[in-house]
């Protein structure tokens, strides 16, 4: 029988929680998107068109969101355990900041752009196929939650 979508959740905050300095709420491997949606692209036009800085992010990253605080590292997928070396950490920035627009979801991944700290746009994506669609949802809600 499969995890569920608290279980696949719970994984990944488990993963994170000892580089982060509070209670993590939810975290996701993301990676790069591919290519933008036409909703990703016009909310990122009215945060002020901004260009999309994946790059600047490894691939794939592991975003993790506590109260106050959203963190990205840099993850190397081994096994079926979520572990972070330490000094991982790649950006931290203050939820209050953070604006998360998503894009339709896609047979087995959806797109979603963070825009961090006013000015920064990151275009990334998660894996929805195969039981993934609830822990991304559960994982959005938590970066929309007011901080």
């Keep these: 029988m499969g995890k569920s979508p608290e279980e696949k959740i719970q994984m990944m905050v488990d993963g994170a929680q000892p580089h982060c300095d509070e209670q993590l709420t939810s975290a996701m491997v993301c990676s790069h998107a591919g290519s933008m949606s036409r909703a990703i692209t ?20 592991l975003i993790a969101v506590g109260p106050t605080t959203v963190y990205a590292f840099k993850y190397k997928p081994r096994g079926f355990k979520v572990k972070l070396k330490n000094g991982s950490e790649v950006a931290r920035w203050p939820r209050s900041t953070m604006k998360v627009e998503v ?5 087995v991944t ?33 970066m929309q939650a007011p901080a």
């Design 110 to 142: 959806t797109q979603f752009a963070l825009l961090a700290d006013g000015h920064d746009a990151y275009a990334l994506e998660a894996t929805t196929a195969m039981g993934g669609a609830e822990p991304f949802r559960m994982f959005i809600d938590a």
């Design 42 to 61: 016009s909310a990122l036009s009215n945060w002020g068109g901004g260009l999309t800085k994946t790059s600047e992010l490894p691939n794939p990253v």
């Design 103 to 107: 894009g339709e979801p896609g047979a």
